[in-house]
């Protein structure tokens, strides 16, 4: 966490607790004020009593005492429950408020990093493109160089492209103004073409892939699409070099069940859940070497929601991860 936001996390967190403390006390006292005032008014009853026992009988006299005592108690009892009721009130409340604050200093933080992320990821295909058209413009090249560059201008613009793609979905989804248009589609095909596409922009990484034919499902085509790119992108980052990738689409029982397994480093269990939260990373943000927003497994968790489907993370053999997207057929 940047110093700056641990500064005002630390300033928020005094002020907080003082204020809280400043609450507490002051409602002590107020206990222990009416306590004290109901303690004098009965004493104040008592002593008029004694001055009228003269006009009483000694059975009138001992009932009008032993409602005082009575009336004492009650109040006693009453203003204990009502104070121990607000303690009770106040600390919940400043748990769900403390919570929250945390909650949003740590959304900001992510939001900061976020930022951070996609001003980088947007500069790098940007000006990988800016200069590769600079150079065709100015010099007169070979034309095995000349498809070289547009190439590889072509690949940073799909990468450009996928990232857009994430952002504006993101954004639509967590607002609601995506409105999907569900229709039958092959996945089996589409998965092809998205692991055909993958390995234009990463030609060095294997892909290992076993696809059962004809699968077909309802389902948002743009959608299905980032989704699987997404998979597919994750692997890839976080696997070592020439490790291969395995891509499996086939039918389980009454469910379909899409699979992209790495051999990375894989997810710790206690980080499998939270991988799915928004602009989530693991690691240490300023030790992380490996690019990425935090959107991509939340989208996927997202997109696979939004198809009825679930999405889980298994441990692979010998390590990495399996990513399992198992739709109801």
């Known amino acids: 966490m940047p110093e700056s936001i641990k500064k005002k996390l630390r300033r928020t967190t005094i002020i907080y607790w003082s204020l809280l403390l400043y609450v507490v006390a002051a409602l002590i006292w107020w206990l222990i004020s009416l306590q004290q005032q109901n303690r004098l008014i009965t004493q104040e009853k008592i002593e008029l009593l004694q001055l009228q026992s003269s006009q009483l009988t000694a059975q009138q006299r001992l009932t009008e005492q032993q409602a005082i005592e009575n009336l004492f ?8 429950s009502e104070g121990i009721t ?34 980088h990821e947007l500069k790098t295909p940007i000006a990988v493109a800016k200069l ?22 072509l690949d940073e613009t799909a990468r450009l492209n996928f990232l857009t793609n994430n ?6 989804l967590e607002n609601k103004g995506f409105m999907s248009s569900k229709e039958e589609l092959n996945l089996s095909a589409l998965l092809q073409d998205c692991i055909a596409a993958i390995q234009k922009r ?10 059962e034919a004809e699968i077909d499902i309802k389902g948002d085509a743009l959608l ?15 696997a070592p070099g020439q490790s291969p990738i395995r891509a499996i689409l086939q039918r389980s029982g009454k469910n379909i069940v899409l699979s992209v397994a790495d051999q990375g480093p894989g997810i710790a269990d206690n980080e499998k859940k939270k991988v799915f939260d928004r602009f989530y990373r ?11 927003t935090g959107l991509g497994l939340y989208l996927c968790q997202r997109i696979a929601k939004d198809h009825q489907a679930r999405i889980e993370i298994r441990d692979n053999s010998p390590q990495g991860s399996i990513f399992n997207v ?4």
Do not use: W
Not at 132 to 149: A, G, I
Not at 326 to 329: L, Q, R
């Open 73 to 80: 108690e009650r109040n006693q009892t009453k203003y204990i």
């Open 86 to 119: 607000f303690l009770i009130v106040i600390l919940i409340g400043a748990v769900f408020v403390y919570r929250a604050v945390r909650r949003q200093f740590k959304m900001q933080q992510q939001q900061q990093h976020f930022m951070m992320a996609v001003t």
């Open 132 to 153: 590769n058209l600079e150079t065709l413009q100015r010099y007169q090249l070979d034309p095995e160089k000349q498809q070289k560059l547009i190439r590889t201008t």
């Open 167 to 172: 952002i504006l979905v993101s954004a639509q």
């Open 202 to 211: 990463f030609p060095e990484r294997p892909v290992e892939t076993q696809i």
């Open 224 to 238: 299905l699409q980032i989704l699987i790119n997404n998979l597919l992108e994750n692997a890839i980052k976080y």
């Open 282 to 292: 693991i690691g240490n943000e300023q030790t992380r070497t490996t690019k990425g």
């Open 326 to 329: 198992i739709f109801a057929a």
